[in-house]
Nanobody, 118 residues
Framework: QVQLVESGGGLVQAGGSLRLSCAAS????????MAWFRQAPGKEREIVTA???????YYADSVKGRFTISTDNSRNTMYLQMNSLKPEDTAVYYC????????????WGQGTQVTVSS
């Protein structure tokens, strides 16, 4: 199994930047998909971005061009670089992982709060 721990959340002014980190430990898989989700109060959880082992990426339209997912394999860490932040980006952000052969994301971090002020 895999344990994920997010960090880097906080309060930032609109237009600013923030970088979230997700450190992985425990058993890992050679074929995997890593992703960032977010959930705002009163809203459904939504996928923000995902990165597969083969290099394919996905970005939600709402963050395309502003957010970037990346990994540092030497540190077993993935990142979410968030630029040009908007108040509507305010949410709890979760990193998640699944095996490439699976449909569901079975591994989740504890979440980190991102608040963007106007």
């Amino acid at each position: 199994q895999v344990q994920l721990v997010e960090s880097g959340g906080g309060l930032v002014q609109a237009g600013g930047s923030l970088r979230l980190s997700c450190a992985a430990s425990g058993r890992t898989f050679t074929n995997y998909v890593m992703a960032w989700f977010r959930q705002a109060p009163g809203k459904e959880r939504e996928i923000v971005t995902a990165l597969s082992w083969n290099g394919n990426t996905y970005y939600a339209d709402s963050v395309k061009g502003r957010f970037t997912i990346s990994t540092d394999n030497s540190r077993n860490t993935m990142y979410l670089q968030m630029n040009s932040l908007k108040p509507e980006d305010t949410a709890v952000y979760y990193c998640a992982a699944r095996r490439g052969s699976m449909q569901n994301y079975d591994y989740w971090g504890q979440g980190t709060q991102v608040t963007v002020s106007s």
